[in-house]
């Protein structure tokens, strides 16, 4: 599989990472909460990410939460810039380019943290 700027696109199957994945308490109901702990895939875009959970449905990659450690407001305005610069279809795995997506950018100053998440709504 070739990484595009995009490191997990929604819609692709739980088996691309199942060697990469651990589990942890799933945070949706019905859904599968997993850990990435590959090496392969650890940046959003140019930006390195410190921590990514992945949630499933029956086994289809349904919401990404990417977090990145330690990083100052000067980093978030570069990362709201980028995610305006993006098409939005790159997200989205083969066939499923129909269903809507949802990205949000949550920024804690006071834990120098920022959390992107998207998903399918």
């Given at each position: 599989?070739?990484q595009?700027n995009?490191?997990?696109?929604?819609?692709?199957?739980?088996?691309?990472?199942?060697?990469?994945?651990?589990?942890?308490?799933?945070?949706?109901?019905?859904?599968?909460s997993?850990?990435?702990?590959?090496?392969?895939?650890n940046?959003?875009?140019?930006y390195?990410?410190?921590?990514?959970?992945?949630?499933?449905?029956?086994?289809r990659?349904e919401?990404?939460?990417?977090?990145?450690?330690?990083?100052?407001?000067?980093?978030?305005?570069?990362?709201?810039?980028?995610?305006?610069?993006i098409?939005?279809?790159?997200?989205?795995?083969?066939?499923?380019?129909?269903?809507?997506?949802?990205?949000?950018?949550?920024?804690?100053p006071?834990?120098?943290?920022?959390?992107?998440?998207?998903?399918?709504?």
């Amino acid at each position: 599989m070739k990484q595009k700027n995009i490191p997990f696109q929604l819609g692709m199957q739980y088996e691309n990472w199942e060697f990469d994945l651990e589990p942890i308490q799933d945070r949706v109901k019905g859904y599968d909460s997993y850990l990435y702990r590959g090496k392969e895939f650890n940046y959003f875009m140019n930006y390195s990410t410190d921590k990514t959970e992945l949630i499933f449905s029956l086994d289809r990659l349904e919401i990404v939460i990417l977090t990145f450690f330690n990083r100052d407001m000067n980093k978030l305005e570069e990362l709201k810039f980028d995610l305006n610069t993006i098409d939005s279809r790159i997200i989205l795995a083969k066939g499923f380019k129909c269903r809507k997506m949802e990205i949000q950018l949550i920024h804690l100053p006071e834990e120098k943290k920022i959390i992107l998440v998207y998903s399918f709504i």
